[in-house]
């Protein structure tokens, strides 16, 4: 095998060469996409999602589809949400040409959306009429006859801050069902990837809009294998010249146990900073200490800010499991929920608990075998443990 030396990068999407493994995951997508598949990639959070999305665009557009990537991160209304989409699909030419066909309302917003470079175009949402008008203007304009790619990314966060703001639900249904119906058109070439970090899916079901992602072919992506997990290690110790053996990598590695490249990247940095001479187990130990003491973690607590009234309890479950390596049963748990409550909670908080449990384990943070749950990663729950129980 060819070493390849990676550079360490820690937060952003990594692209280019610094993008490591993911073969299967990679093969497996570009196959559903290829034979007219969409796809709804949600999977934990800093699993690689983004990356994997942006490998994706780079593998299509080696092949000449048109590729669009719109992080929905970056807004929190509905006329961020088109204005994010006018100006990226006019930037990468989705929009069709004037044609005599085409209504009145569609060749006036081309007009405008022509002259994107000038400012925003500003977009009349003040009545359901208008908006009506205008959604469907904007879907008369894209073409659907050239192999595309379309990624939105972060939707789930999107829609759940649009979900709170006044007429929420309304708007939520909306946009999922407009986004439906452009999959719909016949004969389109248009495919997308939809990414979230929380359940799509139990968000659309609380909603009853189930239906309206139910055309998605769901797209899994978890740790990496445990040859990708050593390549990955390996390559970056080559990039920074670093003396690591097979047995020390296969220790980090285990001490891990959850071998998401976010989570070898973080350790790896660790070990550059203090690196002295080839690594030794010890150097390994320190290394994790210090992870579960420092920031890098901080952002698996600070999401759960999205679980809004479910966030206490789901701390609460956190607080407890962090204290038991081997996990505790489900009647623990509703134990934990149930102190200090009056007993004619319970079979309230019971539910409360089945759903933040499921919640817990979409997002990677629980892992349940039978009725016992468990950390996934001995790492985070250490980090938890040393943050918030200790
Ligand atoms: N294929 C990969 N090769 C190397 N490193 C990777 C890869 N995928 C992810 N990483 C590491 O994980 C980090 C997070 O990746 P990315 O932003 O793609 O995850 P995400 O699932 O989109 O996260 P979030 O849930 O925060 O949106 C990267 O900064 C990088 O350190
Ligand atoms: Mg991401």
């Given at each position: 095998m060819i070493l390849m030396s990676i550079e360490n990068r820690i937060g952003p999407p990594v692209e280019g060469k610094?993008?490591?493994?993911r073969k299967k995951e990679l093969e497996i997508a570009n196959r559903l996409l290829d034979s007219g598949h969409s796809l709804l990639l949600s999977a934990p959070r800093r699993i690689g999602k983004s990356s994997l999305a942006k490998r994706l665009i780079e593998d299509k557009k080696a092949q000449g589809w048109k590729c669009v990537y719109i992080d929905l991160e970056q807004t929190t209304t509905e006329d961020g949400f088109l204005n994010l989409i006018i100006e990226h699909f006019e930037r990468n030419h989705i929009w069709r040409q004037i044609t005599d066909g085409m209504l009145q309302g569609a060749k006036a917003i081309l007009d405008r959306i022509n002259k994107i470079s000038i400012g925003p175009v500003g977009l009349d949402l003040s009545s359901p009429e208008k908006k009506e008008d205008l959604y469907k203007s904007l879907k008369e304009l894209i073409r659907h006859d050239e192999e595309t790619f379309i990624v939105v990314d972060e939707l789930t966060l999107f829609l759940g801050v649009l979900l709170r703001s006044d007429g929420g639900e309304e708007k939520v249904s909306f946009i999922l069902n407009w986004l439906r119906s452009l999959r719909q058109?016949?004969?389109?070439?248009v495919r997308w990837l939809f990414c979230g970090s929380v359940g799509l899916k139990n968000f659309t079901a609380s909603l009853n809009l189930s239906y309206a992602i139910n055309d998605l072919t769901d797209f899994r992506l978890d740790e990496l294998t445990p040859e990708e997990a050593r390549g990955l290690m390996k390559g970056l110790c080559q990039g920074e010249g670093m003396d690591m053996d097979e047995e020390s990598i296969i220790y980090a590695l285990e001490k891990l146990h959850w071998n998401i490249p976010y989570f070898i990247q973080i350790l790896f940095s660790k070990l550059r900073d203090n690196y002295t001479g080839a690594v030794s187990k010890e150097d390994i130990d320190t290394a994790y200490r210090q992870l579960c003491s420092e920031?890098?973690?901080n952002t698996w607590s600070e999401r759960l800010v999205e679980y809004r009234e479910m966030e206490r309890p789901a701390r609460l479950i956190l607080n407890g499991l962090s204290a038991r390596k081997s996990g505790l049963r489900r009647e623990t748990l509703l134990g934990i929920l149930m102190t200090?409550?009056?007993?004619?909670h319970a079979g309230e908080t019971d539910l409360l608990l089945s759903k933040v449990l499921e919640m817990l384990e979409n997002d990677g943070y629980l892992l349940r075998k039978g009725s016992v749950r468990s950390f996934r990663s001995p790492l985070l729950r250490d980090y938890w443990y040393g943050k918030f129980v200790q």
């Amino acid at each position: 095998m060819i070493l390849m030396s990676i550079e360490n990068r820690i937060g952003p999407p990594v692209e280019g060469k610094d993008f490591y493994g993911r073969k299967k995951e990679l093969e497996i997508a570009n196959r559903l996409l290829d034979s007219g598949h969409s796809l709804l990639l949600s999977a934990p959070r800093r699993i690689g999602k983004s990356s994997l999305a942006k490998r994706l665009i780079e593998d299509k557009k080696a092949q000449g589809w048109k590729c669009v990537y719109i992080d929905l991160e970056q807004t929190t209304t509905e006329d961020g949400f088109l204005n994010l989409i006018i100006e990226h699909f006019e930037r990468n030419h989705i929009w069709r040409q004037i044609t005599d066909g085409m209504l009145q309302g569609a060749k006036a917003i081309l007009d405008r959306i022509n002259k994107i470079s000038i400012g925003p175009v500003g977009l009349d949402l003040s009545s359901p009429e208008k908006k009506e008008d205008l959604y469907k203007s904007l879907k008369e304009l894209i073409r659907h006859d050239e192999e595309t790619f379309i990624v939105v990314d972060e939707l789930t966060l999107f829609l759940g801050v649009l979900l709170r703001s006044d007429g929420g639900e309304e708007k939520v249904s909306f946009i999922l069902n407009w986004l439906r119906s452009l999959r719909q058109v016949a004969g389109t070439r248009v495919r997308w990837l939809f990414c979230g970090s929380v359940g799509l899916k139990n968000f659309t079901a609380s909603l009853n809009l189930s239906y309206a992602i139910n055309d998605l072919t769901d797209f899994r992506l978890d740790e990496l294998t445990p040859e990708e997990a050593r390549g990955l290690m390996k390559g970056l110790c080559q990039g920074e010249g670093m003396d690591m053996d097979e047995e020390s990598i296969i220790y980090a590695l285990e001490k891990l146990h959850w071998n998401i490249p976010y989570f070898i990247q973080i350790l790896f940095s660790k070990l550059r900073d203090n690196y002295t001479g080839a690594v030794s187990k010890e150097d390994i130990d320190t290394a994790y200490r210090q992870l579960c003491s420092e920031s890098y973690l901080n952002t698996w607590s600070e999401r759960l800010v999205e679980y809004r009234e479910m966030e206490r309890p789901a701390r609460l479950i956190l607080n407890g499991l962090s204290a038991r390596k081997s996990g505790l049963r489900r009647e623990t748990l509703l134990g934990i929920l149930m102190t200090g409550q009056d007993p004619s909670h319970a079979g309230e908080t019971d539910l409360l608990l089945s759903k933040v449990l499921e919640m817990l384990e979409n997002d990677g943070y629980l892992l349940r075998k039978g009725s016992v749950r468990s950390f996934r990663s001995p790492l985070l729950r250490d980090y938890w443990y040393g943050k918030f129980v200790q």
